[in-house]
């Protein structure tokens, strides 16, 4: 395996995220303004390079008191044979640690922010990988989610303001 280099983000162009996004097949085609926008508003981002080549980020936002680890993917290729679903860069297993220092540079960044606890949601296949980070499932929490698309369309998007 080529050695591997971790960056900060200043090293990366929307472009080349956008591009990382579509080589692991990832649900989100967010535009290059977008990625610039989120790009800039996390707290930390780490990047990950093999032979020139993005591997992996990871990146997390906080407001002070919380962060989240809001994404933290590595393309399969350097994840090992366990790797079985190859979804959108999900961490299914880290052979080789480098999803693994991404997260820590992450969670080191934010907690030294004064961050006090960090949450994230993962996929069933990442579970393991985030308990080994020594993150714990929340009792009562159920992970949820909602697309702009779906929001347009939402009767609660529809009501009109109290009066």
């Known amino acids: 395996m080529s050695q591997v280099v ?3 983000g200043q090293d990366l162009t929307p472009e080349e ?3 990382f996004y579509r080589r692991l ?3 989100i085609a967010a535009r290059p303004e977008q990625i610039r926008s989120m790009m800039a508003n996390s707290a930390a981002f780490v990047t990950a390079r093999a032979d020139d080549r ?3 980020i990871a990146r997390g936002v906080c407001d002070g008191l919380r962060g989240y680890l809001t994404e933290c993917k590595l393309d399969p290729a350097y994840q090992g044979p366990a790797a079985v679903t190859r979804t959108d860069g999900r961490i299914e297993h880290d ?3 480098i999803a693994t ?3 820590r540079r992450i969670l080191d960044a934010m907690y030294a922010a004064g961050v006090q606890r960090v949450d994230l ?3 069933g296949t990442e579970v393991d ?3 080994e980070l020594g993150f714990r499932q929340a009792r009562g929490l159920v992970g949820m989610t909602m697309r702009a698309e779906d929001w347009v369309t939402s009767s609660a998007h529809q009501q009109p303001p109290p009066a």
């Open 25 to 27: 097949n990832h649900d």
């Open 95 to 97: 052979t080789h640690g």
């Open 129 to 131: 990988f985030c308990e």
């Open 121 to 123: 949601v993962a996929y």
């Open 54 to 56: 993005l591997i992996g």
């Open 17 to 19: 995220l956008a591009e």
């Open 6 to 8: 971790y960056g900060a």
């Open 101 to 103: 220092e991404m997260a």
